[in-house]
């Protein structure tokens, strides 16, 4: 839950780099909201709830296709039936572009980074 919370946090951020992680689970829990609200409610709510997180649903898009070093305009090829969602679905499994790239530091290595506290002997 906190990778989706995550990414509401940064609701209209289109710069930087988004992790796997990040994009996937907040697919998911989209995913799971949106049939429990389409169930609930014949689609009204759910509608409402599509509206409300069509801009962060971009964003964190945007954010995974810098990851993988590809500018954000790779979206629009979801506009071609079947091929263009295989494609950015392709783009989306992909590992991080190691390093840093045209969009930032890899975010990966500031988590792993994060994780070791470094001691001075």
Known sequence: ???YVEVLKK???FEGRARRKEYWMFALVNFIVSAVLALLSFGT???????????PSMAV???RLHDV??????LLIGLIPVVGILVLIYFCIQDSTAG?????LNPKSDVEYAEYEVIDE
């Open 45 to 55: 709510l759910e509608a409402i709830y599509g509206l409300a997180v069509f801009v």
């Open 1 to 3: 839950m906190n990778w």
């Open 100 to 104: 840093t790239n045209a969009y930032g």
């Open 69 to 74: 070093n590809r500018s954000g305009w790779w």
């Open 11 to 13: 609701y209209a951020v």
């Open 61 to 63: 898009s945007v954010r």
